[in-house]
């Protein structure tokens, strides 16, 4: 066999165990990338995203888009051909596995995570919007989550009210965390509950139940790496009761980071005029009950896949701007927001065409 004939073979050969090498090792690594923007002014799968009865609500025109990002399973095995693909890709981003679903999380487990927490963030944007409104709301402090085989299980549930622990008043959720480590582990703590399972349907939709019952608890020694504290197993949260009903109806999306642009189309809704002036604009961040708006993850995930569907503006929470300035797509402009106020003040500015004072996203902040 010539010289040339058997190196060209030995080099086919080496690349083809190289390639094979590349699909059959696996990688710890993740791809997250742009996923569906979602307009809440609009519809989604044939009905409006934002359903309000029992008050007046007002056309609205323009985007105001809610942003997402993509990302494999949990089960997924990257290999090594994927991982190289996505690192030379312009609009995916290769992470830790960990980064995703740390502790070993399961696909179910971050599943239910992020349905829990985008529930919350539905809530607090309706909070946010009517406050700044002027509309008044009363919260009440609940169970939302009992941990399996934690002390609590079998004695609080989900959904039952919390009104005091060892005779104190919970007015927030850290209220109970603040209170229940005061013990030592093994000690006993006393929770003031108006039990779910009492309630009528009545009483849990306006939150009117007063059959309290005092529910005792030995506390456990939490799992924590670090100093060793008393536990019950429980997460507490925020019920709110509204003066009328707001749906937000969008299914197969999850976590936090709509709240924003979910409390800026209820907002518009509820008000004479265009908060848009017809223009594109999507926008991302937590935000609290307070107004307050807080970081996300992917942010350039969400730049890109809302340019891609025609944003001209995008709302950017400030602990996120240096990252998202990094790498702007052409045409977008990100605009910093802290509160619910900033978001509004920039929608002024958008919707008249004066946007020479916007706050702008920089590679600083």
Same mark, same amino acid.
Not at 13 to 20: D, G, K, N, R, T
Not at 167 to 189: F, I, N
Not at 307 to 314: N, V
């Given at each position: 066999?010539?010289?040339?004939?058997?190196?060209?073979?030995?080099?086919?050969?080496?690349?083809?165990?190289?390639?094979?090498?590349?699909?059959?090792?696996?990688?710890?690594?993740?791809?997250?990338?742009?996923?569906?923007?979602?307009?809440?002014?609009?519809?989604?799968?044939?009905?409006?995203?934002?359903?309000?009865?029992?008050?007046?609500?007002?056309?609205?025109?323009?985007?105001?888009?809610?942003?997402?990002?993509?990302?494999?399973?949990?089960?997924?095995?990257?290999?090594?051909?994927?991982?190289?693909?996505?690192?030379?890709?312009?609009?995916?981003?290769?992470?830790?596995?960990?980064?995703?679903?740390?502790?070993?999380?399961?696909?179910?487990?971050?599943?239910?995570?992020?349905?829990?927490?985008?529930?919350?963030?539905?809530?607090?944007?309706?909070?946010?919007?009517?406050?700044?409104?002027?509309?008044?709301?009363?919260?009440?402090?609940?169970?939302?989550?009992?941990?399996? @085989? *934690?002390?609590?299980? &079998? %004695?609080?549930? !989900? /959904?039952?009210?919390?009104?005091?622990?060892? #005779? +104190?008043?919970?007015?927030?959720?850290?209220?109970?965390?603040?209170?229940?480590?005061?013990?030592?582990?093994?000690?006993?703590?006393?929770?003031?509950?108006?039990?779910?399972?009492?309630?009528?349907?009545?009483?849990?939709?306006?939150?009117?139940?007063?059959?309290?019952?005092?529910?005792?608890?030995?506390?456990?020694?939490?799992?924590?790496?670090?100093?060793?504290?008393?536990?019950?197993?429980?997460?507490?949260?925020?019920?709110?009761?509204?003066?009328?009903?707001?749906?937000?109806?969008?299914?197969?999306?999850?976590?936090?980071?709509?709240?924003?642009?979910?409390?800026?189309?209820?907002?518009?809704?509820?008000?004479? @005029? *265009?908060?848009?002036? &017809? %223009?594109?604009? !999507? /926008?991302?961040?937590?935000?609290?009950?307070? #107004? +307050?708006?807080?970081?996300?993850?992917?942010?350039?995930?969400?730049?890109?896949?809302?340019?891609?569907?025609?944003?001209?503006?995008?709302?950017?929470?400030?602990?996120?701007?240096?990252?998202?300035?990094?790498?702007?797509?052409?045409?977008?402009?990100?605009?910093?927001?802290?509160?619910?106020?900033?978001?509004?003040?920039?929608?002024?500015?958008?919707?008249?065409?004066?946007?020479?004072?916007?706050?702008?996203?920089?590679?600083?902040?």
């Amino acid at each position: 066999m010539p010289r040339r004939t058997a190196t060209m073979l030995a080099s086919t050969l080496m690349l083809i165990a190289l390639l094979c090498a590349g699909v059959l090792i696996p990688v710890p690594y993740s791809e997250m990338s742009p996923g569906p923007t979602v307009n809440t002014l609009g519809e989604h799968d044939g009905e409006p995203v934002l359903q309000i009865e029992g008050h007046k609500t007002y056309p609205t025109d323009g985007h105001l888009n809610m942003t997402t990002v993509r990302v494999t399973s949990a089960d997924f095995r990257m290999n090594l051909v994927e991982a190289v693909y996505g690192w030379l890709a312009h609009d995916t981003r290769i992470v830790p596995h960990d980064t995703l679903y740390p502790d070993g999380k399961t696909e179910e487990q971050s599943t239910q995570e992020n349905a829990e927490e985008f529930s919350q963030s539905q809530e607090s944007a309706k909070v946010a919007a009517l406050k700044e409104l002027g509309v008044p709301v009363k919260s009440w402090v609940i169970v939302s989550t009992v941990v399996k @085989g *934690s002390p609590a299980e &079998g %004695k609080l549930h !989900a /959904g039952d009210v919390v009104k005091a622990v060892d #005779g +104190t008043a919970v007015k927030q959720p850290s209220d109970v965390a603040r209170l229940v480590t005061k013990h030592k582990p093994g000690q006993d703590v006393v929770f003031t509950v108006v039990p779910v399972k009492e309630q009528t349907a009545a009483e849990k939709e306006h939150k009117t139940a007063t059959r309290t019952q005092d529910v005792k608890i030995t506390t456990a020694t939490s799992a924590d790496s670090g100093a060793k504290r008393a536990i019950v197993g429980i997460s507490a949260g925020t019920d709110h009761t509204f003066p009328f009903t707001i749906d937000i109806k969008l299914a197969d999306v999850g976590g936090p980071s709509a709240g924003l642009m979910f409390a800026l189309g209820i907002y518009d809704k509820l008000t004479p @005029g *265009s908060l848009t002036g &017809g %223009k594109f604009v !999507a /926008g991302t961040g937590t935000i609290d009950d307070n #107004g +307050t708006v807080g970081p996300i993850g992917g942010i350039e995930m969400k730049t890109v896949g809302a340019r891609s569907k025609g944003a001209q503006y995008f709302l950017t929470p400030a602990e996120n701007c240096a990252a998202a300035a990094k790498d702007t797509p052409s045409g977008l402009t990100l605009v910093k927001v802290k509160t619910i106020g900033d978001a509004l003040d920039a929608m002024k500015d958008i919707r008249s065409g004066d946007t020479a004072d916007l706050p702008k996203c920089t590679a600083k902040g």
